[in-house]
């Protein structure tokens, strides 16, 4: 067992079931959450209730956050009673939450003045796989900083992959959630071309999936779609979050982006026309409307289902050309 006392704040879709993993494996555990069931929830399974970022952090040797905003990190960061306030020499603060880059740079720089260490940790793969320890982790930080939280960073996924310094992984985790995004546009495409041509949409999810435009957004999302749920646990308001982080990145560099600003339109109607939070997979809806079908297949789940075993989680390392 990781002789850690670790506190996590932020018990949402991703949070949630991240915090649930270490549970599972015996770490003692404090929570917050402004929500009271959630955190009764994890109470009633062991966990420490906190009463302030504050009181979180003074208690225990590392601090996750997993929130829905930067403006919301760092408010959980710096209020008064925050998580800074709390932080001490030898401390540990991982930012899972997807955020801005040179925000997760700023908070970093607060706590490592606290003399505590900081890293921003990001998730990718779905709410399903978080619940089962699946998911992929980017993680910023020090390569010291990295060796340190690997053993806890193996319970909370399964491909963990080290990016460079502190907000590297908060920049890859937006660049990654924006191609999910605009897969997910297509696909809406593809899928409605699919019925109002009347192809049978059991025989063209196969296709998809066995050919050259297959995904990981459309062996997922796609299910989903199909069934007529929608629900992937991720909502439109968040697509956009996300979305225009990738912006505001590609915009800080100069880069003259094409595709981006089109799915971000594509998102920003849907969310004026469905609510902000409706299930991104929804997007289909605006096609759907228009041409006055539902595209709906047969046999789909209405949630995704992480079937594969966990097993402990691994550095991923990335491919080099092998010196002559």
């Known amino acids: 067992m990781i002789d850690l006392r670790i506190g996590f704040i932020g018990l949402g879709n ?6 649930g993993n270490l549970l599972r494996h015996g770490i003692e555990l404090t929570v917050r959450d402004l929500d009271p069931a959630r955190v009764a929830s994890f109470v009633a399974r062991g966990a420490k209730p906190a009463n302030s970022p504050r009181e979180l952090a003074a208690g225990v040797d590392l601090v996750i956050t997993c929130l829905p905003s930067p403006a919301v990190s760092a408010q959980v960061m710096e209020q008064p009673d925050g998580v800074l306030a709390g932080l001490a020499a030898g401390k540990i603060w991982l930012e899972m939450s997807t955020t801005d880059y040179a925000e997760a740079r ?7 003045e606290r003399g505590a260490t900081a890293m921003d940790c990001p998730v990718s793969g779905g709410c399903h796989r978080a619940a089962t320890g699946n998911i992929s982790i980017f993680a910023g930080g020090t390569r010291a900083a990295f060796e340190r939280v690997l053993p806890v960073l193996s319970i909370l996924g399964q491909r963990i992959l080290h990016t460079g310094p502190v ?9 990654t959630n924006y191609l999910c995004t605009v897969h997910l546009a297509a696909l809406a495409e593809a899928l409605t071309v699919a019925k109002v041509a009347g192809l049978d949409m059991n025989t063209t999810y ?5 050919s ?8 997922t999302e796609s299910q989903v779609i199909l069934n007529g749920s929608r629900d992937i646990n991720f909502t ?16 800080d560099h100069e880069v003259p982006l094409e595709l981006s600003p089109l799915v ?22 605006r096609l759907e409307d228009a041409c006055r079908v539902r595209v709906l297949g047969e046999g789909f789940p209405a949630q995704m289902v992480d079937d594969e075993p966990k097993i402990p989680g691994y550095e991923v390392v990335p491919r080099r050309q092998s010196p002559l």
């Open 106 to 112: 700023r908070l970093a720089a607060r706590v490592e």
């Open 236 to 251: 439109m308001d968040l697509v956009v979050k996300d979305v225009g982080l990738f912006d505001a990145l590609a915009g």
């Open 212 to 219: 050259s435009g297959n995904s990981f957004v459309h062996e």
């Open 206 to 210: 196969e296709g998809i999936r066995i």
């Open 264 to 285: 971000l339109g594509i998102f920003r109607d849907g969310a004026r026309r469905y609510g902000e939070r409706e299930f991104s997979p929804n997007i289909i809806r």
């Open 167 to 175: 907000g590297s992984a908060s920049m890859l985790k937006v660049l």
């Open 14 to 19: 991703v949070g949630g079931p991240l915090a």
